[in-house]
């Protein structure tokens, strides 16, 4: 399949040539090296293999800071990404359409993602992403019919839309897990089995994807219902009135306790409920920041009494400054 993709490391880092660096990839890509990388902020370790119907990318980064990586789309596709190990969220920036897709930790989505310039946001620490392009073409004579979770995305790519769009997000667990690493060691260069292997490895994760969505959304239990409401609410009263609002107006809006709050949320997003905002707070302030808002109208916007002050969140929660936040997405 044509390379549409291309993740610029470069920019940021070094590639290693002599020796491997002290980074061990999360999953093996059967008889192809990894690329490996090395600066400052840390290491990187890029595999990837092109096959008739799908290209497979798979990174492994250590980083000492959250590092924002240029991606160039050159063709209209349909993507799978997978965050596979890490501690904090990824967010995908459409620099087009001014879209955000965040991905918390042990969990995947499918994106329809059209040519054009985005931005991936790596957090600090040790991460592993698997993303997977394929041929929307594979989807004809309604064959799509059993994956709703899908069909906007089919959608917009038969129809070439210029906009991204991301499907539900849903866990990713032991079977899948198993299921991509069974896919990296069946596929080999020069072997002409490797194209058979990608295509069924292309409909095992999308059958998959499709009992994930089933299990966590349709047979959805109370407890789900409302920390999908919790975070829906605390997300919607992010957007309005920023970091200048109290968790315990979210709990008594919603009817429930603080503690039954920090119950569900931690239960099915993996973080508290002031880790979540903090998190979604940063999201906003980046946007702003990539926007090219000024430190004080930002931090007017996100309900800071100074600059000062959301300065030092920003840093503290970034890992980096204003500035070279700003400095890092430019390049």
């Given at each position: 399949?044509?390379?549409?993709?291309?993740?610029?490391?470069?920019?940021?880092?070094?590639?290693?040539?002599?020796c491997?660096?002290?980074?061990?990839?999360?999953?093996?890509?059967a008889?192809?090296?990894?690329?490996?990388?090395?600066?400052?902020?840390?290491?990187?370790?890029?595999?990837?293999?092109?096959?008739?119907?799908?290209?497979?990318?798979?990174?492994?980064?250590?980083?000492q800071?959250?590092?924002?990586?240029?991606?160039?789309?050159?063709?209209?596709?349909?993507?799978?990404?997978?965050?596979?190990?890490?501690?904090?969220?990824?967010?995908?920036?459409?620099?087009?359409?001014?879209?955000?897709?965040?991905?918390?930790?042990?969990?995947g989505?499918?994106?329809?993602?059209?040519?054009?310039?985005?931005?991936?946001?790596?957090?600090?620490?040790?991460?592993?992403?698997?993303?997977?392009?394929?041929?929307?073409?594979?989807?004809?004579?309604?064959?799509?019919?059993?994956?709703?979770?899908?069909?906007?995305?089919i959608?917009?790519?038969?129809?070439?839309?210029?906009r991204?769009?991301?499907?539900?997000?849903?866990?990713?667990?032991?079977r899948?897990?198993?299921?991509?690493?069974t896919?990296?060691?069946?596929?080999?260069?020069?072997?002409?089995d490797?194209e058979?292997?990608i295509l069924w490895?292309?409909k095992?994760?999308?059958?998959?994807?499709?009992?994930?969505?089933?299990?966590?959304y349709?047979?959805?239990?109370?407890?789900?219902?409302?920390?999908?409401?919790?975070?829906?609410?605390?997300?919607?009263?992010?957007?309005?009135?920023g970091?200048?609002?109290?968790?315990?107006?979210i709990?008594?809006?919603?009817?429930?306790?603080?503690?039954?709050?920090?119950e569900?949320?931690?239960?099915?997003?993996?973080?508290?409920?002031q880790?979540?905002?903090?998190?979604?707070?940063?999201?906003?302030a980046?946007?702003?920041?990539?926007?090219?808002?000024?430190?004080?109208?930002?931090?007017?916007?996100?309900?800071?009494?100074?600059?000062?002050?959301?300065?030092?969140?920003?840093?503290?929660?970034?890992?980096?400054?204003?500035?070279?936040?700003?400095?890092?997405?430019?390049?």
């Amino acid at each position: 399949m044509k390379k549409n993709t291309n993740f610029k490391l470069d920019g940021f880092f070094e590639k290693i040539t002599e020796c491997l660096p002290p980074l061990e990839p999360h999953i093996h890509l059967a008889s192809v090296q990894p690329t490996a990388y090395g600066s400052n902020i840390g290491y990187a370790l890029h595999q990837s293999f092109d096959g008739l119907v799908g290209f497979i990318n798979c990174f492994d980064f250590d980083l000492q800071t959250s590092t924002v990586i240029p991606v160039e789309i050159s063709g209209n596709d349909l993507h799978m990404l997978y965050f596979l190990d890490g501690t904090r969220p990824i967010t995908l920036y459409d620099k087009g359409s001014g879209s955000t897709y965040r991905l918390n930790p042990h969990r995947g989505c499918f994106l329809y993602l059209p040519k054009g310039d985005y931005a991936l946001h790596v957090p600090t620490g040790r991460s592993c992403i698997f993303n997977f392009y394929f041929r929307g073409s594979i989807f004809r004579d309604g064959n799509e019919r059993p994956f709703s979770h899908l069909y906007e995305l089919i959608a917009d790519f038969r129809q070439g839309s210029g906009r991204s769009r991301s499907s539900i997000d849903f866990k990713v667990g032991d079977r899948t897990r198993l299921l991509i690493k069974t896919i990296m060691t069946n596929i080999k260069k020069g072997d002409l089995d490797s194209e058979d292997n990608i295509l069924w490895g292309i409909k095992k994760l999308i059958k998959l994807s499709k009992e994930k969505v089933f299990d966590e959304y349709e047979k959805i239990s109370a407890s789900q219902l409302k920390a999908k409401a919790a975070h829906e609410l605390i997300r919607h009263t992010v957007s309005v009135y920023g970091q200048e609002f109290k968790l315990d107006d979210i709990a008594a809006q919603l009817g429930i306790s603080m503690d039954y709050l920090h119950e569900v949320i931690q239960q099915y997003y993996g973080e508290s409920p002031q880790e979540m905002k903090q998190i979604l707070v940063l999201d906003l302030a980046k946007k702003y920041v990539i926007d090219g808002l000024q430190t004080d109208q930002i931090a007017y916007e996100l309900g800071y009494s100074s600059p000062s002050s959301f300065c030092r969140f920003f840093k503290r929660e970034a890992g980096m400054t204003v500035t070279e936040f700003f400095r890092r997405h430019s390049q």
